[in-house]
Nanobody, 116 residues
Framework: QVRLVESGGGLVQPGGSLRLSCTAS????????MGWCRQTPGKQRDLVAT???????NYADSVKGRFTISRDNAVNSVSLQMNSLEPEDTAVYYC??????????WGQGTQVTVSS
């Protein structure tokens, strides 16, 4: 079993920055991909960014150039640095991880609100 715990969400003004962090615990030795998704009420959960254990990254087009995902394999953590935030970035952000056999795990989410 894997448990993911997010932190770092909050309220920020447009153009501001926020850093989200997620730490995995439990059976963490086989986590191939870690990443972040986001969801607004009543809408589908969308991919934001992913990173493999080897450091290969993937970003949604809407956040390229503004968000940066990073990972520390030694402590099983993943972070999302969010710069130039826009109101459209407002959502609940969920940390996720999966093994090479596609067993997937989710955190409980952290609220990010971008508003003046």
């Amino acid at each position: 079993q894997v448990r993911l715990v997010e932190s770092g969400g909050g309220l920020v003004q447009p153009g501001g920055s926020l850093r989200l962090s997620c730490t995995a615990s439990g059976s963490t030795s086989n986590l191939y991909v870690m990443g972040w998704c986001r969801q607004t009420p009543g809408k589908q959960r969308d991919l934001v960014a992913t990173i493999t254990s080897g450091g290969i990254t993937n970003y949604a087009d809407s956040v390229k150039g503004r968000f940066t995902i990073s990972r520390d394999n030694a402590v099983n953590s993943v972070s999302l640095q969010m710069n130039s935030l826009e109101p459209e970035d407002t959502a609940v952000y969920y940390c996720n991880a999966r093994t090479r056999t596609y067993n997937r795990f989710w955190g409980q989410g952290t609220q990010v609100t971008v508003s003046s």
